[in-house]
C-alpha cells in the first residue's frame, strides 16, 4: 500500500487499497488505530507520510476515481502562466460522469481529455498547457488574465502560436495578442 501511496502524496482510495488485499473492515480498523486518516469518503491517507504541497489535488484526483484531470484556472495556477489565483479547484471529468457524485469542493467541467492533452504535475494529472489556454480562452477568463497567460506561454515555448488560435481569437476584441 505504501508504493501506492507514496506515488499520490501518501494518498489511496478504498478501491487501491483492496486492490493490494486490505479489505474495508481492515481499513476501518487502521483509521481507528490512527495510521491513516480520510479526509474525504473513499479517500484515505497514511499519517506518517509527509505533508505535500498539493496533497488537496490528490484527495480530489482520488475521489474522482483517477478520471479526473486538473484543468482551467487551477492548471494556469499549477503551470504558473498568470496572476490567477483560483479560489476553486477546477476539474474535468469524462461526460460519463454527469450523474456519479462529483468531488467534494470543486468546479467541475465535463468534457473527454485524450491522453495528448494531459501531462502530471506530481503525483497528478493536468492538461497541456494548449489544452488548458484553450479550455480557458473558452470559459471566458478575463481577458488580461488570458493574455498573459498566452504570453507567458509563448515566452517559455511551451507553445506555439498556431496551437492557441482559440485564445487569440478570443482576444480579439480585446486588442489581440499583438505581434
Not at 484556472?73 to 483560483?86: G, I, K, N, Q, R
Not at 492538461?127 to 477568463?141: E, I, K, Q
Request: glycine share 6%; aromatic share 8%; hydrophobic share 40%.
Amino acid at each position: 500500500m505504501f508504493e501506492i501511496a507514496s506515488a499520490q502524496d501518501g494518498y489511496f482510495s478504498v478501491d487501491q487499497a483492496q486492490s493490494v488485499g486490505i479489505s474495508r473492515p481492515n481499513l476501518q480498523a487502521h483509521l481507528h488505530r490512527g495510521h491513516v486518516l480520510r479526509p474525504r469518503r473513499g479517500v484515505y491517507r497514511l499519517v506518517r507520510y509527509p505533508v505535500g504541497e498539493h496533497e488537496d489535488l490528490a484527495e480530489i484526483w482520488l475521489q474522482s476515481d483517477r478520471e479526473g484531470v486538473f484543468s482551467h484556472e487551477t492548471a494556469l495556477a499549477l503551470y504558473d502562466l498568470s496572476d490567477v489565483l483560483p479560489a476553486k479547484i477546477h476539474i474535468t471529468l469524462p461526460t460519463s460522469w454527469r450523474r456519479r457524485r462529483r468531488p467534494d469542493r470543486a468546479v467541475v467541467h465535463y468534457a473527454e481529455v485524450p491522453p495528448e492533452d494531459r501531462d502530471w504535475f506530481g503525483a497528478v494529472p493536468v492538461t497541456s498547457v494548449r489544452r488548458t489556454l484553450r479550455d480557458c480562452a473558452a470559459s471566458f477568463l478575463s481577458p488580461e488574465l488570458l493574455k498573459q497567460a498566452a504570453m507567458q506561454a509563448l515566452r517559455r515555448g511551451r507553445v506555439v502560436r498556431s496551437e492557441i488560435y482559440e485564445v487569440e481569437q478570443a482576444l480579439l476584441p480585446y486588442g489581440g495578442l499583438g505581434p
